[in-house]
């Protein structure tokens, strides 16, 4: 099946959610990724895990999913004093996350999975999830999960193995780090900067607990070290994420509603 929401017409997706179909909502970020990845890293990565994930799950399972378009801008103020970066309030962005989500309710749709391809996002769509549950609390039961990504168990598991053997990036590697720029060296390698592939350094030895802003901590926006980045690695890491999450979309598929459903 095409699982690409924007490529049907009206009738098929009252169709699908008729007939039980799970939706998709990507959410993703524009924020700079050091001065050698695009800024519309994250974006790429939430919209291509979740196609991946939800074909998977129709090729493995015969799960029925359609993927939303991926939402653009993200929580990412934390990134605004480098150029390029996009954001929303957070009141905002949990008002646009939470009103999405309920287009796809007023659908027809009673099972949503969220993915995000930045961790940003993640308390501003937990609150939109819960809002958007409790606003339809009166008329019917849904549900709507929020991937774990990285602290995902299959996903851990699957990537234990990548990650055997790779030195170590000496810091912490959360954001425009090997991985990222590996990713981005495997299918879009047109797109990386590779004489700024550098290790940055930072002015701390560990993420502080504190709220912070990334300037503050690195001056080139980078976490971790994208120069030990490469293709093959990336190839492996793209690989990784199709299985959990489309053993995460069964799970939600197997998830009992209610009577209704």
Known sequence: MNVRWGEHPWEEIRDYARDGALAVAPFGSTEQHGPMLPLDTDIHIAERVALSGARRAWEDF???????????????????????????????YIAMASEVLACVVEHGFRKIAVISGHGGNVPGLQLAIKKTVHQFRDDF???IALFQGHQDAEMRKMRRDIWDGQPSEGQPAIHASRSETSETLA???????RDRMVRPT?????????????????????FGDPSLANAELGEKLWESWAQPVALFLKRLWEAPIGPEQ
């Open 202 to 222: 930072l002015e701390v030895e560990s993420i502080p607990e504190w709220s912070w802003q990334t300037h503050e901590l690195s001056e080139t926006g980078a």
């Open 62 to 92: 015969r799960i029925p999913v359609l993927v939303l378009p991926v939402m653009p801008v993200g929580l990412a103020s934390h990134h605004m004093r480098f150029a390029g970066t996009l954001c929303l309030q957070p009141e905002t």
């Open 141 to 143: 039961p849904l549900r």
């Open 187 to 193: 299918d879009r390698p047109h797109l990386v900067r």
